[in-house]
């Protein structure tokens, strides 16, 4: 029983459609596979649409949250949410409220540049994105190539659009502990991404992951390919400790990354106790 239960399509930053990704998964000889994109569920619908009998598809989303890093201050951490109901209150609120402040840092930052000269305008760009699009520096990068001003997307946030540059708005994100009740409320079961992937940027201790299990997240990612054998082990410690569930995951995200699907994978047990918390929607299998 080979099991994967995080990857992304080009619903977020992966390179291969819900379809292609679905289709890949089954020739990677995968059981169950988790469509995890980052804070949308779009690509849900397709994948399903595209399941082949045999494989399995566990429907999820990866959210970017804020949490305190137990060290007096914060970071950034991803938390897995699987089979939520994406129609619940909770989540639609939720959904509408980080869509409204991604236009907004948008907004901002294209009005700082325009305020210096430069060929973009705020209220154009939010004009032409398409309603439940992700809003974000892309596309005031694809606006400064199509303005001409640079080359390639990449030039547009080596120069421009970075964290160190002067047009950055650093994104306002959800703390951790309302994205867990939020899913929890949607009956959907959180499990925390890569939370010892030092070299990824900030990590949390482990007393916060302590805090945020008694908070009602369920499990943590134990083998991704970030994870050194020191953090696994610490990991896998913890989660035996605190009663977690435990994942292993490729993170996958199509020719972006040189990951392959299949490359970590969750014991079906813990697949099991997965479903088993979960009341929000099914895991799917071809009809
Ligand atoms: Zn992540
Ligand atoms: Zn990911």
Request: negative net charge.
């Amino acid at each position: 029983m080979r099991i994967d239960l995080h990857t992304h399509s080009t619903a977020s930053d992966g390179t291969d459609s819900p379809a292609e990704l679905i289709a890949n998964a089954a020739a990677a000889g995968l059981d169950a596979v988790a469509i995890t994109d980052h804070d949308t569920t779009s690509g849900w619908a397709e994948a399903r649409a595209a399941l082949p009998a045999g494989l399995r598809l566990v429907r999820g989303a990866e959210l970017s949250c804020r949490s305190p890093d137990g060290r007096g201050g914060y970071c950034t951490v991803h938390l897995l949410a699987y089979l939520f109901d994406p129609d619940a209150e909770a989540v639609v609120a939720d959904h509408a409220r980080a869509r409204a402040q991604r236009r907004r840092r948008l907004a901002t930052m294209a009005g700082r540049m325009a305020e210096d000269g430069f060929p973009v305008d705020a209220d154009e760009l939010l004009a032409e994105l398409p309603e439940d699009s992700t809003a974000g520096r892309p596309h005031i990068a694809m606006a400064l190539v199509k303005a001409g001003v640079v080359s390639t997307v990449d030039e547009a946030f080596e120069r421009f659009l970075n964290d160190r540059g002067r047009y950055y708005v650093p994104s306002s994100r959800t703390p951790v502990e309302s994205s867990i009740e939020t899913i929890n409320s949607a009956g959907g079961v959180t499990v925390l991404a890569h939370a010892f992937a030092h070299h990824r940027g900030p990590t949390v201790t482990a007393e916060v992951i302590k805090e945020l299990a008694g908070l009602g997240m369920a499990g943590v990612e134990v083998d991704h390919p970030d994870h050194d054998a020191e953090a696994r082990a610490r990991l896998r410690a913890l989660a035996e400790d605190l009663d977690l569930i435990m994942t292993g995951s490729s993170d996958y995200h199509g020719t972006n990354k040189v990951l392959r699907l299949g490359q970590e994978t969750t014991a079906p047990e813990m697949l099991d106790a997965i479903a088993a918390r979960a009341t929000g929607v099914e895991i799917v299998t071809a009809s």
